[in-house]
Structure formats: structure tokens, C-alpha cells
């Protein structure tokens, strides 16, 4: 279960996004994408999908079930929360009793039980990004990934989800991919950043997952990492 870049390249008419990447994303392990805007993040997120073409090179995904969660994920507003994760099971032909199970299990893995009758505008931003990643969830992908899945929320919704990412990851022995323009949310997520760089990809190993505490964000450790890193973006 791996997704290989080779010699991957990609532009839009005369822009270059991505040149010559290669690149192995490897099971059950946790990667961020950081850079400036316009680097070409989620354009990477839509190039693992699959939802465009590489213009040279090839991505090569084996046995790999991919789910995607993108920014501002959209839940229908006529569903309540239980529908709405239900339906990516309904669509993929998941039979009802089955389908019933796993929403009731992710109901009460991601402590959404009192919202399961709620539509989308009666919760809040924490709430509705909650929905979205138990959607992403249903099917039990092999790599689960998110475009700034915390970029809308304040500080205290945001540490919650980046708990329960990195709780459900460890828990499922997945891989996730979570692209993001906070530094901190990267250190944080990922025991390897990718800094979006010239067209090519940067990997940087995360040091502070060798001490993976409750209070690592408040460690000096990760502080000077996150220095390091936003120093590194701005190169």
C-alpha cells in the first residue's frame, strides 16, 4: 500500500506546478504539505486522487484506497449528520445493516452521537469538520487526505481536530496526508513535512514525534522545530 511518484511533472498552460517529482508515499505514516500559496499543495492532493493528469512521469498507487476531504467541505444541508455519513457508504453499495453499524461506530468514535440528528446548520465549524472526516472515514481508506482541514476554526476547535486526526490514525494504522498553511498544525501532524519548493518536493523529518506527548505542542523541542520549518519556507 504505497502511492509512487515518478519523475512527476505538472503545469497549467505555461505555469510549471511540479517538475521531475519522485517520490514514495509509504503506509501507515503521517505526511504534512506546507509551502506558499500557489506552490501547488492541493494541487498535489488533486494529482494523488487522481482527479487530474500528470503532464509527464506517472503516479503509480498499489492496492491503495485514497478518500479526500477537501477545505470548506460542503455536507448537504437537507441531511442530518448520521445521513451524511452514511452516504458515501449508500453510494459505494454498502448494505443497510452494514452501512448502519459502521455510522454508528463512527458516530460514537468521533463523539458526534448528540449531532446525529442535527443538520449542518445547526453546528458549529468544529462540529461540521467533524462530519466531514468521519465522511472521510466511512470507507476505511488506506490513505486519508485533507486540504486545510482546520484553516476555518479558532485555536480551540482546531487543536480538537488535530487530535482527533492523529487519534484516529494511530488507532486505524493508516496513512494521512494532510496539506496546511500552519506550521504548528504540520509539526504537530506529521513525522514528515514536504515543503512545496521550485517545483519539487522538500521532505524534512520531524524530530519532535521522537517525544510524542500529550503536551508536545507547548515542548521547546517543537518550538524550535516550527522555527526551523518557517524558516526553511521562507528560503
Not at 494529482?47 to 503509480?60: A, N, R
Not at 451524511?84 to 453499524?101: D, F, N, W
Not at 496546511?180 to 504540520?186: G, L, N, R, V, Y
Amino acid at each position: 500500500m504505497s502511492i509512487i511518484l515518478n519523475k512527476v511533472g505538472f503545469h497549467y498552460d505555461d505555469q510549471i506546478i511540479f517538475e521531475n517529482v519522485t517520490y514514495t508515499f509509504a503506509s501507515k505514516q503521517r505526511y504534512a504539505v506546507i509551502g506558499p500559496s500557489g506552490s501547488g499543495k492541493t494541487t498535489l492532493l488533486q494529482l494523488l486522487q487522481g482527479f487530474i493528469t500528470p503532464t509527464s512521469g506517472t503516479i503509480v498507487k498499489k492496492d491503495t484506497r485514497l478518500v479526500t476531504v477537501f477545505q470548506n467541505n460542503q455536507i448537504f444541508p437537507w441531511l442530518t449528520t448520521t445521513e451524511a455519513i452514511a452516504l458515501p457508504l449508500k453510494l459505494a453499495g454498502v448494505k443497510k445493516e452494514e452501512r448502519h453499524l459502521l455510522v454508528q461506530h463512527l458516530l460514537t468514535e468521533l463523539d458526534l452521537e448528540n449531532l446525529k440528528n442535527k443538520r449542518p446548520a445547526a453546528l458549529s465549524g468544529g462540529q461540521l469538520q467533524r462530519v466531514a472526516i468521519a465522511q472521510g472515514l466511512a470507507l476505511n481508506p488506506q490513505f486519508l487526505l485533507l486540504d486545510e482541514p482546520t484553516s476555518s476554526l479558532d485555536s480551540q476547535s482546531k487543536e480538537k481536530i488535530q487530535d482527533l486526526l492523529l487519534s484516529q490514525q494511530q488507532s486505524r494504522q493508516n496513512s494521512l496526508l494532510v496539506v496546511t498553511h500552519d506550521i504548528e498544525e504540520a509539526a504537530f501532524l506529521a513525522e514528515t513535512i514536504l515543503i512545496v519548493k521550485e517545483h519539487h518536493l522538500l521532505a524534512i523529518n520531524n524530530p519532535t514525534f521522537k517525544n510524542n506527548h500529550p503536551n508536545r505542542r507547548e515542548s521547546l523541542d517543537f518550538y524550535q522545530f516550527c522555527i526551523a520549518l518557517r524558516t526553511e519556507v521562507r528560503k
